[in-house]
């Protein structure tokens, strides 16, 4: 069955400073992996996807992440962290071969603080 | 850009009523999908549709239905409510067969149970 781990449920870094948020993931085959954003009360904005291709992907708001096949991770990255970041991050894969249904399986989420 | 619409965006009930959630995919979206979000939980996935016809079932109580629509809308249809459903509901959709693969998610419909 396929999952995903988020090993840290909030993160606090300084505006300015680098962020990473780890996410690693257990699928058969080659994953689908997704990050989503969520701010309170709203819905799950897409933020970025790796699904085949360059290891390193970029997404919105300047977040990037790297997908490293032996180590089963994606995390999550920004090179200098705002405080508008601060908010609630999912990891979720979807396993290949699912018909083309795009059902996804959500980490626990980390919540990022970035502090002034 | 049109996104997933979902109605109501709150919602208030009694333990033991019914409630019924809407659901508007992106236009020319094929797919929907439910999602319940309990407070602190992450997304788990409920049930999801495909021109019509039930894709995939996840989680989702005996008390809770839902369909989709000859217009792709879909409604979720909950009945008997508990105290525990209380959760954010999100609708998502997408087209199947879109390699891409990422979901658009509403902005959710928060039922309270009382």
């Known amino acids: 069955a396929q999952s995903v781990a988020q090993p840290e449920d909030q993160v606090n870094v300084a505006e300015g400073n680098p962020l990473t948020v780890k996410c690693t993931y257990s699928?058969?085959?080659?994953?689908?992996l997704f990050w989503y954003v969520q701010y309170p009360n709203r819905g799950l904005q897409f933020l970025l996807k790796?699904?085949?291709?360059?290891?390193l992907v970029k997404g919105s708001y300047g977040f990037e992440a790297e997908f490293n096949k032996s180590q089963t991770s994606f995390h999550l990255k920004k090179p200098s962290a705002l405080v508008s970041d601060s908010a609630l991050y999912f990891c979720?894969?979807?396993?290949?071969?699912?018909?083309?249904?795009?059902?996804?399986?959500f980490g626990a989420g980390t919540r990022l603080a970035v502090h002034p | 850009a049109a996104g997933v619409i979902q109605s109501p965006r709150h919602l208030i009930k009694e333990k033991r009523e019914t409630a019924t959630l809407k659901c508007y995919p992106i236009?020319?979206?094929?797919?929907v999908y439910w999602y319940q979000q309990g407070p602190g939980q992450d997304p788990q996935f409920l049930i999801s549709?495909?021109?019509?016809?039930?894709?995939d079932k996840g989680s989702i109580p005996d008390r809770f239905s839902a369909q989709q629509f000859s217009d792709y809308h879909s409604e979720l249809n909950m009945s008997s409510l508990e105290l525990g459903d209380s959760a954010l509901y999100f609708c998502?959709?997408?087209?199947?067969?879109?390699?891409?693969?990422?979901?658009?998610f509403g902005e959710g419909s928060r039922l309270t149970v009382l």
């Open positions: 699928v058969s085959g080659n994953p689908y």
């Open positions: 236009p020319r979206h094929d797919t």
């Open positions: 549709f495909y021109e019509k016809m039930q894709s």
């Open positions: 998502a959709s997408s087209l199947r067969d879109r390699s891409s693969g990422e979901l658009f």
């Open positions: 979720a894969v979807r396993a290949p071969r699912s018909g083309g249904y795009n059902k996804l399986i």
């Open positions: 790796y699904i085949t291709g360059d290891n």
